[in-house]
């Protein structure tokens, strides 16, 4: 049965860590293993998506107002060749990609049109797409946390990332992601069966600057309103 502590558990004890490997040298994955983690990789994304959003986006009958695309270490890898052959990547991504045994590209589908110009006359206005887009982007992160914390209490590694170039129109196109998403986070997984071999390790610099100090409680006269 589920406890608070078991809970609190994964989340206190999930880390951010890079791992980055050469293009040209991946680690080996067997092909049993990547079977099952890959199932395993499905089968949280599948529970991460119920996270709460408020508004149906109702694009292509999809309530959802996120979309992941999830690549095994084969396509991740190829992706890897291709963002450094083929479009001449210099940066981490390449070999992010090249580390990993598997990545998840989490995107948005946000209301409001980067031209202004396009929202007709009778629409909702401008600021009101923009307060449903918010919604969007908040009930998008709280997806991609419930996917963190599912791999962790998996013992798998992970990074959030930004996406970089995995962000670009070139990738999208490539990987068949809509024109009107956004990527919202490319999260990099390392099987536990990876983790003993050698790589370049970078940790998350933020955790050590973590506090409480952004907690606030309601002063004792409020409530006596």
């Avoid at 479009?87 to 991504?93: F, I, L, N, R, Y």
């Avoid at 490319?186 to 099987?191: K, Q, T």
Wanted: a negative charge.
């Amino acid at each position: 049965m589920m406890t608070p502590s078991t809970i609190q558990q994964v989340i206190r004890h999930r880390r951010t860590e890079k791992v980055l490997a050469e293009v040209d040298s991946p680690y080996p994955i067997d092909a049993s293993t990547a079977a099952v983690r890959r199932q395993s990789v499905v089968e949280a994304v599948q529970t991460a998506g119920m996270a709460p959003f408020h508004f149906d986006r109702g694009v292509e009958e999809i309530a959802e107002p996120w979309r992941a695309l999830i690549l095994g270490h084969e396509e991740a890898r190829s992706l890897a060749r291709h963002l450094r052959d083929a479009m001449g990547v210099v940066s981490k991504e390449p070999n992010l990609l090249a580390g990993c045994g598997a990545t998840v590209l989490v995107t948005w589908l946000p209301e409001c049109p980067s031209d202004l110009s396009a929202v007709t006359p009778g629409a909702s206005s401008i600021a009101k797409l923009r307060c449903r887009d918010e919604e969007h982007l908040a009930a998008t992160g709280a997806m991609v946390q419930n996917l963190l914390l599912l791999l962790a209490a998996q013992a798998m590694g992970t990074y959030w990332s930004s996406g970089g170039k995995l962000g670009s129109t070139e990738v999208f196109d490539l990987l068949g992601i809509g024109s009107d998403e956004r990527l919202i986070a490319a999260v990099f997984i390392e099987y536990p069966e990876m983790m003993d071999q050698p790589a370049t390790r970078k940790a998350g610099s933020q955790r050590p600057k973590r506090s409480d100090r952004w907690i606030r409680e309601v002063a004792s006269k409020v409530q006596e309103l």
